[in-house]
């Protein structure tokens, strides 16, 4: 069973950027999906970007222009950027091993956004 890591998660001003990690524990398949879902406090799950490949990808209406996803090899970013206090949540990395099977996900990494 593949585990995922997630990193870079923290506190940034209004504006900022960080960029987030998730590493896979094995190597996995460049076609097979991964991404980021968040969860702000007293809201579901929300699927903010994923990737199926190179340059396919996915994003939320909510990030568009200001998120991006990439791979390298294993391991998947999103760099966020122009961040917002609305951004705040809690950010889960995925990877979806088999087709329409159940997602495998990371430990969750905070993001705070102060206005």
């Known amino acids: 069973q593949v585990q995922l890591v997630e990193s870079g998660g923290g506190l940034v001003q209004a504006g900022g950027s960080l960029r987030l990690s998730c590493a896979p524990s094995?190597?996995?398949?460049?076609?097979?999906?991964m991404g980021w879902y968040r969860q702000a406090p007293n809201k579901g799950r929300e699927l903010v970007a994923t990737?199926?490949?190179?340059?396919t990808t996915n994003y939320a209406d909510s990030v568009k222009g200001r998120f991006t996803i990439s791979r390298d090899k294993n391991t998947a970013y999103l760099q966020m950027n122009s961040l917002r206090p609305e951004d705040t949540a809690v950010y889960y990395c995925?990877?979806?091993?088999?087709?329409?099977?159940?997602?495998?996900w990371g430990q969750g990494t905070q993001v705070t956004v102060s206005s």
């Open positions: 094995r190597s996995i398949f460049a076609t097979i999906p």
């Open positions: 995925y990877v979806q091993m088999v087709v329409n099977g159940p997602n495998i």
């Open positions: 990737i199926t490949g190179p340059g």
